[in-house]
């Protein structure tokens, strides 16, 4: 999968149902030693354009892509 297709799909947090929007701008932020991607990287950008918000999701809590959603698990909402 290229970074490219990540554009369209939304981003959902697994435990909360909480959304994060749908992906516009997104970037993999990739381990140069190991060629692995450690996680992805959401740009928001406020009414005015001028606002950004940037996410950062781990790799790792990726649970699902499918062609509309991007599922994942934040580890702080996870109950021990």
Excluded: C, Y
């Excluded at 990287?41 to 649970?63: M, S, Y």
């Excluded at 509309?68 to 909402?77: G, T």
């Amino acid at each position: 999968m290229r970074a490219s297709e990540l554009e369209g799909k939304e981003v959902i947090e697994l435990n909360t149902g909480e959304r994060l929007g749908v992906i516009q701008r997104s970037e993999l932020l990739v381990n140069t030693a190991t060629g692995m991607v450690e996680a992805l990287i959401l740009v928001k950008q406020g009414w005015t354009g001028r606002d950004k918000e940037i996410r950062t999701i781990p790799w790792r809590q990726i649970r699902k892509i499918s062609e509309e959603l991007i599922i994942f698990e934040d580890q702080r909402h996870v109950a021990d």
